[in-house]
Nanobody, 119 residues
Framework: QVQLVESGGGLVQAGGSLRLSCTAS????????IGWFRQAPGRDREFVSA????????YYADSMKGRFTISRDNAKNTVDLQMNNLKPEDTGEYHC????????????WGLGTQVTVSS
């Protein structure tokens, strides 16, 4: 019902910035949440940030607070993740996902985009 496509990943030096974009299509609602997750080889997937589709509520993992900003771009129908002051530990495959506010699990996932932060 919801299709997600990520873009914006790449290689950046520590301290640099990247802006990831999650383009959503299909059935979207104000109470739909879009989340960003990342996973590095050998590590569990971890939560990065999330936003309600209408932009009303945002959430960040502690390590991202003050560095990452999630936002909605209504004109492009995207959820964007501005990542500043990137660190090597931010390296990973970033996925966006969607869930209903009443659900605990994310049912729809994009294929991901790679973020690599060099020292």
């Amino acid at each position: 019902q919801v299709q997600l496509v990520e873009s914006g990943g790449g290689l950046v030096q520590a301290g640099g910035s990247l802006r990831l974009s999650c383009t959503a299509s299909g059935r979207t609602f104000n109470n739909l949440y879009i989340g960003w997750f990342r996973q590095a080889p050998g590590r569990d997937r971890e939560f990065v940030s999330a936003i309600r589709w209408d932009g009303r509520n945002t959430y960040y993992a502690d390590s991202m607070k003050g560095r990452f900003t999630i936002s909605r771009d209504n004109a492009k129908n995207t959820v964007d993740l501005q990542m500043n002051n990137l660190k090597p530990e931010d390296t990973g495959e970033y996925h966006c996902a969607a869930r209903q506010a009443t659900d605990t699990s994310y049912d729809y996932w994009g294929l991901g985009t790679q973020v690599t932060v060099s020292s």
